[in-house]
């Protein structure tokens, strides 16, 4: 057992990560896991991580798990959990900005800059942690607006350094639902988000609430997420599809529902069109409506699609050709 000591709790050991997704009814185990509260022990429990990021122990950071996948082989490695607990937001009205928590849902970071008046609305309906916001440069692709239009700087901890650091993002930091941190965390994690400073325009509370109602009643359908009815939102990236100036995945399937298919409740709901499972399905199930729906879409719209799902398996994060591989053998 390598050393995990030092944290501020005891860290759990084989924990089942199974209610750890939003849609997804089969999961492996974590070999360790541990939850970050925002509160005195956070300096220490992040001290702690950097200990392990110098051990080469591997562990990965998750906010509300709404972009995750984890397969039944589960985690080789600490699990990490972001505590909702003490989320913060400060409006600071002199430089008419927003310092936020980055476990700050961003339905409340909405809700309180509405009540201000100032228009965040593109980022409503948007599930998850502010902090996920900023890594995955979260948007609703139909407003054509993402945390990189809002972000004025963020305090992330470096694990490498072991201490906090402000990062500006310049024009290279955000692209299409990435990010340097993002990227910078694939094979190992180097950065944890602490803090966010973000702005925008004052259009007054009406203004802004009849635009959060607006994209509200456009994505009702998609956002019943819990663990009964969940849906994966968007498990192929639709910005990626806008960028190549195509169709959004939904409304391809409107278009060829032959792109669907059930594979032992591996399918995308006739309701929303947003991908499913039941509490048979197996990850070969879901590999296989994976490649169905590649080969169709490429047979039918010449493009590849790309994932927006994070798939976690045991040695890390995994792309999908790795998935279907070890899923279908
Ligand atoms: C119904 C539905 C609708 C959705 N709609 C949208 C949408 O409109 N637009 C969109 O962009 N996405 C959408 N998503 C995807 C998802 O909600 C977003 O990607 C969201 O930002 C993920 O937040 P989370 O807290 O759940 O992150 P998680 O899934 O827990 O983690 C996502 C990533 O962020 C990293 N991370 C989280 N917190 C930190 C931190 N503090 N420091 C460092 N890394 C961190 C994790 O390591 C992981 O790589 C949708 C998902 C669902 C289920």
């Given amino acids: 057992m390598p050393d995990l000591s030092g944290f501020t709790r005891p860290v759990q050991n084989d924990y089942g990560l199974q209610n750890k997704h939003n849609f997804k009814k089969k999961a492996g185990n974590a070999k360790w896991y541990y939850q970050l509260f925002f509160d005195e022990s956070l300096e220490n429990d992040l001290n702690a991580l ?12 998750f906010g509300a798990h709404t972009n995750l996948f984890i397969t039944e082989n ?19 009205e002199a430089a008419k900005t927003f310092t936020v928590t980055s476990n700050t849902t961003v339905a409340e970071f909405v809700n309180f800059t509405m009540d201000k008046g100032y228009d965040f609305a593109a980022l409503t309906g948007i599930p998850g942690m502010m902090g996920s916001g900023l890594v995955g440069n979260s948007g609703y692709t ?25 990062i500006v993002p310049d024009e290279t930091f955000f692209s299409t639902r990435n990010s340097t941190i993002k990227q910078s965390n694939k094979d190992k994690t180097r950065y944890f988000v602490k803090e ?15 635009k959060f109602d607006a994209q509200i009643s456009m994505r009702r359908e998609s956002l019943k997420i819990s663990f009964k009815e969940g849906n994966a939102g968007s498990l192929w990236s639709n910005a990626h599809l806008q960028t190549l100036g195509i169709k959004s995945f939904p409304s391809m399937l409107k278009e060829n529902p032959s792109i669907n298919q059930d594979f032992n409740g591996a399918t995308y709901s006739p309701n929303n069109r947003l ?29 590849e699609l790309h994932k927006e799902v994070i798939i976690l398996d045991k040695d890390g994060e995994i792309d999908t050709e790795t998935f279907i591989k070890n899923s279908l053998n």
């Fill in 142 to 166: 139909p407003s054509g607006k993402m945390f990189s239009d809002f972000v004025v700087e963020a305090i992330v901890f470096d694990f490498e350094e072991n201490r906090f650091i402000k």
């Fill in 275 to 303: 991908f499913i499972t039941s509490e048979a399905t197996r990850d070969k199930d879901a590999a296989r409506l994976f490649v169905h729906t590649l080969e169709k879409v490429k047979a039918l719209y010449g493009v």
């Fill in 50 to 61: 950097a200990k392990a990021y110098q051990n080469n122990i591997p562990f990965r950071i």
């Fill in 74 to 92: 589960g985690y080789d490695g600490l699990f990490v959990d972001i505590s909702l607990k003490n989320s913060k937001v400060i409006f600071d």
């Fill in 196 to 210: 966010l400073v973000l702005k925008s325009e004052f259009i007054g509370k009406e203004k802004v609430r009849e």
